[in-house]
């Protein structure tokens, strides 16, 4: 049975007052979803909360000229006396940082900044610390083809980040070439979606420049808007993150420490989330069901695990299961101490597979 939007609202309030009672402060609770077409977002309640005001986006950075970011060639003049000073060549897989602000900056996977001489992609998780000096940051190039400075600086991609399909490879697999596929594959996908724009979508390597493409942008918030509504009534209820299902399966997971830092990111991954949905458009499925959904974000522990940390400010984990990889962030920062993120895929090694969940490998 198919339900408006609002309708579904209505039930998603109802199940999280009757589901509150049965969440303790250290679990997640799945609710019912709000499906638009073949996309269904499951909302996360519970799991312990985090004070997160003081954590600086991105986007929020960038704007207000606190934070730029560079060609590690290009970053000269940024540079504090007495900080270390990065590589003088520009390289695919590497740009420089600068956070002159006085808050910490979160830094997540699959955020894009464009200029330079590529598009990049950010690779992993975290925080970078106030009035810091230069900083490498784990990037893959979204833009294959280009090396010729369009901008001495980057700005970040502000209409969404880089689609689940697109984050995979640069977070699970950390290859390059899988990357560049996966670009080729969301692009031809976008094509198929918005056959008006398929001869500017030809015509461009840009990732970034794709999902700008007025007519890509028209079919992504065709799905997108519905789920502003949902956001609004959500935070009633404390949500703090979702899980994503296409064509009945589910594919992803996105979990803050707060419905305020949700909030920040929701109108980016609200778009990611359809821009793959859109991809997989005819692909088929039944529809999505919230014991699955939960089962999948209760499966947290895997047969291997990776941990990197800089005392004092972070400690980022990688969890591998059978056919999943979990990834967290966690503030070690004093009085801070809490998981800021966390990342689930449904995951299966390309190399031995041969394919991703979503989209398809362009060989």
């Given at each position: 049975m198919?339900?408006?939007?609002?309708?579904?609202?209505a039930?998603?309030?109802?199940?999280?007052?009757?589901?509150?009672?049965?969440?303790?402060?250290?679990?997640?609770?799945?609710?019912?979803?709000?499906?638009?077409?073949?996309?269904?977002?499951?909302?996360?309640?519970?799991?312990?909360?985090?004070?997160?005001?003081?954590?600086?986006?991105?986007?929020?950075?960038?704007?207000?000229?606190?934070?730029?970011?560079?060609?590690?060639?290009?970053?000269?003049?940024?540079?504090?006396?007495?900080?270390?000073?990065p590589?003088?060549?520009?390289?695919?897989?590497?740009?420089?940082?600068?956070?002159?602000?006085?808050?910490?900056?979160?830094?997540?996977?699959?955020?894009?900044?464009?200029?330079?001489?590529?598009?990049?992609?950010?690779?992993?998780?975290?925080?970078?610390?106030?009035?810091?000096?230069?900083?490498?940051?784990?990037?893959?190039?979204?833009?294959?083809?280009?090396w010729?400075a369009?901008?001495?600086?980057?700005?970040?991609?502000?209409?969404?980040?880089?689609?689940?399909?697109?984050?995979?490879?640069?977070?699970?697999?950390?290859?390059?070439?899988?990357?560049?596929?996966?670009?080729?594959?969301?692009?031809?996908?976008?094509?198929?979606?918005?056959?008006?724009?398929?001869g500017?979508?030809?015509?461009?390597?840009?990732?970034?420049?794709?999902?700008?493409?007025?007519?890509?942008?028209?079919?992504?918030?065709?799905?997108?808007?519905?789920?502003?509504?949902?956001?609004?009534?959500l935070?009633?209820?404390?949500?703090?993150?979702?899980?994503?299902?296409?064509?009945?399966?589910?594919?992803?997971?996105?979990?803050?420490?707060?419905?305020?830092?949700?909030?920040?990111?929701?109108?980016?991954?609200?778009?990611?989330?359809?821009?793959?949905?859109?991809?997989?458009?005819?692909?088929?499925?039944?529809?999505?069901?919230?014991?699955?959904?939960?089962?999948f974000?209760?499966?947290?522990?895997?047969?291997?695990?990776?941990?990197?940390?800089?005392?004092?400010?972070?400690?980022?984990?990688?969890?591998?299961?059978?056919?999943?990889?979990?990834?967290?962030?966690?503030?070690?920062?004093?009085?801070?101490?809490?998981?800021?993120?966390?990342?689930?895929?449904?995951?299966?090694?390309?190399?031995?597979?041969?394919?991703?969940?979503?989209?398809?490998?362009?060989?």
């Open positions: 198919n339900y408006s939007i609002l309708t579904q609202l039930f998603v309030l109802l199940a999280a007052t009757f589901a509150s009672a049965g969440t303790t402060s250290h679990d997640y609770k799945v609710l019912p979803p709000v499906t638009r077409g073949n996309l269904s977002i499951f909302p996360i309640v519970g799991g312990p909360e985090g004070n997160t005001a003081h954590l600086l986006t991105l986007d929020e950075g960038v704007r207000s000229g606190l934070v730029v970011v560079a060609e590690a060639g290009s970053i000269q003049g940024l540079i504090r006396q007495g900080s270390p000073r590589g003088t060549g520009a390289e695919v897989n590497r740009l420089v940082l600068v956070n002159n602000s006085d808050r910490p900056l979160l830094l997540l996977a699959g955020e894009v900044v464009t200029g330079g001489k590529q598009d990049r992609v950010i690779g992993v998780d975290r925080i970078v610390p106030p009035q810091s000096g230069p900083i490498d940051l784990s990037v893959f190039c979204v833009e294959h083809g280009r010729v369009s901008s001495e600086h980057f700005g970040s991609m502000k209409s969404q980040m880089a689609q689940p399909s697109v984050r995979m490879p640069a977070m699970a697999a950390r290859d390059q070439r899988s990357v560049w596929d996966m670009v080729a594959s969301a692009a031809g996908g976008m094509a198929k979606a918005a056959p008006q724009a398929s500017s979508i030809h015509a461009t390597t840009s990732y970034a420049k794709v999902m700008e493409n007025p007519e890509v942008q028209q079919k992504v918030n065709s799905v997108a808007t519905d789920y502003n509504e949902l956001l609004q009534e935070r009633k209820v404390g949500a703090k993150g979702v899980v994503v299902a296409i064509n009945g399966r589910i594919t992803w997971a996105d979990v803050f420490a707060s419905t305020d830092l949700l909030e920040k990111y929701w109108q980016k991954l609200i778009r990611s989330y359809a821009a793959d949905s859109l991809m997989a458009a005819s692909a088929g499925g039944g529809p999505a069901d919230q014991k699955s959904a939960q089962l974000l209760d499966q947290m522990q895997g047969n291997r695990e990776v941990t990197e940390t800089e005392p004092g400010l972070f400690r980022r984990t990688e969890i591998s299961g059978d056919g999943y990889k979990v990834f967290t962030l966690t503030s070690l920062v004093p009085k801070y101490e809490y998981t800021v993120h966390l990342a689930k895929m449904s995951y299966k090694d390309p190399m031995r597979e041969g394919v991703y969940p979503i989209g398809r490998m362009v060989r």
